[in-house]
C-alpha cells in the first residue's frame, strides 16, 4: 500500500474518532459535557451528575455542593454516594442503589438505597433527598411520586449511551 493511500486511511479514521466522540451540544453546558478534565462524568437532574472516580474505580454522586435541600436525618452524614451500582431517573425523580457501606458514625444507618427530587418540596423549593436501608421502604416511598416499577441502569450503560447520543431521557430537549 502507498503512502498517500495510507494516510488518507489514517485521516479518516482521526476523523471518524473525533466526531464519534463529540457528544450533542444542548443549550444548557451542564447536560453537554461528557468528559470533563479526563473525569468521565454524566448529567441526571440539574445540578446532579455522576462522575468516574479514577483513584476509587468507582461512580459517585456528591451531594454537598452548596445548595439548599431538605436532607433526612438518616442523610447527615452523606456528602456523597460512592460506588453507585444501579440508577433509574423517572417522573423527576433520581433513585440510585449502592453496596457500599459508608458509616461515619455509630448513630448513622448504613443507606444502601437514595432518592434525589430536586427542587420537589412546596414550601421552599428545596431538593428531597432520602436514604434506605430497607428495599421495600424504598419501593413504599417512591409510591408516593407514582412510580411502581424501577427500570434500574448501570452507569456504565448509561454513560455508553450519553457518549454515544448526547442524549438521556431526563435531558430537557432529548426527545
Same mark, same amino acid.
Given at each position: 500500500?502507498?503512502?498517500?493511500?495510507?494516510? *488518507?486511511?489514517?485521516?479518516?479514521?482521526?476523523i471518524?474518532t473525533?466526531? *464519534?466522540?463529540? #457528544?450533542v !451540544?444542548?443549550? @444548557? &453546558? +451542564?447536560?453537554?459535557?461528557?468528559?470533563?478534565?479526563?473525569?468521565a462524568?454524566? #448529567?441526571?437532574?440539574?445540578?446532579?451528575?455522576?462522575y468516574?472516580?479514577v483513584?476509587?474505580?468507582w461512580?459517585?454522586i @456528591?451531594?454537598d455542593?452548596?445548595?439548599?435541600?431538605?436532607?433526612?436525618?438518616?442523610?447527615?452524614?452523606?456528602?456523597?454516594?460512592? @460506588?453507585?451500582?444501579?440508577?433509574?431517573?423517572?417522573?423527576? =425523580?433520581?433513585?440510585i442503589?449502592?453496596?457500599?457501606?459508608q458509616?461515619? !458514625? /455509630?448513630?448513622q444507618k =448504613?443507606?444502601?438505597?437514595f432518592?434525589?427530587? &430536586?427542587? $420537589?418540596?412546596?414550601?421552599?423549593? @428545596?431538593?428531597?433527598?432520602?436514604?434506605?436501608d430497607k428495599?421495600? /421502604? +424504598?419501593?413504599?416511598?417512591?409510591?408516593?411520586?407514582?412510580?411502581?416499577? =424501577?427500570?434500574?441502569?448501570? #452507569?456504565?450503560d448509561? $454513560?455508553?449511551?450519553? =457518549?454515544?447520543?448526547?442524549c438521556l431521557d431526563?435531558i #430537557?430537549? *432529548? /426527545?
Amino acid at each position: 500500500m502507498n503512502k498517500t493511500a495510507l494516510s *488518507c486511511i489514517l485521516a479518516f479514521a482521526l476523523i471518524i474518532t473525533i466526531a *464519534c466522540g463529540i #457528544p450533542v !451540544s444542548h443549550p @444548557d &453546558p +451542564f447536560y453537554s459535557a461528557w468528559e470533563e478534565w479526563g473525569v468521565a462524568r454524566f #448529567p441526571l437532574i440539574k445540578p446532579y451528575e455522576v462522575y468516574f472516580s479514577v483513584g476509587l474505580d468507582w461512580w459517585t454522586i @456528591d451531594l454537598d455542593f452548596g445548595i439548599q435541600y431538605r436532607r433526612s436525618a438518616e442523610m447527615k452524614f452523606y456528602l456523597g454516594i460512592d @460506588d453507585v451500582q444501579e440508577i433509574a431517573v423517572e417522573k423527576g =425523580v433520581i433513585m440510585i442503589y449502592t453496596p457500599y457501606e459508608q458509616n461515619n !458514625s /455509630d448513630l448513622q444507618k =448504613v443507606l444502601y438505597w437514595f432518592v434525589i427530587i &430536586p427542587g $420537589k418540596t412546596e414550601d421552599t423549593n @428545596d431538593d428531597i433527598l432520602r436514604g434506605f436501608d430497607k428495599e421495600s /421502604d +424504598f419501593l413504599e416511598f417512591i409510591k408516593e411520586y407514582e412510580i411502581e416499577n =424501577v427500570t434500574w441502569e448501570s #452507569p456504565e450503560d448509561i $454513560k455508553r449511551r450519553f =457518549v454515544a447520543t448526547g442524549c438521556l431521557d431526563w435531558i #430537557p430537549e *432529548c /426527545d
